[in-house]
């Protein structure tokens, strides 16, 4: 079955370390993207990428890193230098112009 | 920059009631798209709209896209608990590359 695939389901990251998202997808889609979303709040873009090699900031990209060295993998590293990590982190494939297809998320806790 | 708003935030409602949320963009729109969430889920893509004046339905769920293609409606008719969630629009403008998401409604429902 075609989808998105992202890990791990938990994480947990300590004061002042980096930790790596990771998101994969079979669909053939293009396009990927990373969302940041707070307790009760809407979907923030973090970073997209619309082709391999390519990626541009969105909307809050400070403190995250990305690559796209392959089509099917999009990985997110959140550095020590984002103050406020703990969030749920969703990552989407699409097509040009077609729905986004979301993955289950990864809930990120700073302990 | 592009900026699609959702109305109401939040959405309290009897079983059985219908109810009505509403997407405005500051642009026109190539399509507009809407997606639910469920509590403790990641968002799940609904439908697209793309013509003028497009309506289309899913069971209790009518979905409309503005003659101007910049605003839509979601309405849900005889609500059920299974409705519960948050519902986002999400509008693709002509000059970008990435879908610009509405803050969502979040509805409840009382048995």
């Known amino acids: 079955d075609g989808g998105i695939t992202q890990s791990p389901k938990y994480l947990f990251r300590k004061e002042g370390q980096n930790v790596t998202l990771s998101c994969e997808q079979n669909?053939?889609?293009?396009?990927m993207y990373w969302y940041r979303q707070d307790p009760g709040q809407g979907l923030r873009l973090i970073y997209y990428s619309q082709i391999v090699n390519d990626f541009q900031k969105g909307d809050i990209a400070e403190g995250y890193s990305v690559s796209r060295e392959k089509k099917e993998s999009f990985p997110l590293t959140v550095t020590s230098a984002q103050k406020n990590p703990t969030a749920f982190y969703l990552c989407?494939?699409?097509?040009?112009?077609?729905?986004?297809?979301f993955g289950s998320g990864t809930r990120l806790t700073v302990v | 920059g592009q900026q699609v708003m959702q109305i109401p935030q939040y959405q309290h409602v009897q079983e059985g009631e219908d109810f009505t949320t509403y997407c405005n963009s500051s642009t026109t729109l190539s399509n507009i798209q809407w997606y639910k969430q469920r509590p403790g889920g990641h968002p799940v893509f609904l439908i697209q709209?793309?013509?003028?004046?497009e309506v289309k339905k899913q069971k209790r769920l009518t979905f409309q896209f503005g003659e101007a293609k910049k605003n839509s409606s979601l309405h849900i008719t005889a609500t059920q608990t299974t409705d519960v969630g948050t519902y986002f629009c999400a509008g693709w403008p002509y000059n970008d590359y990435k879908l610009s998401f509405g803050a969502g409604t979040t509805v409840t429902v009382r048995a």
């Open positions: 989407a494939s699409s097509i040009p112009r077609d729905g986004y297809t």
């Open positions: 709209l793309v013509k003028s004046g």
């Open positions: 669909l053939n889609h293009d396009a």
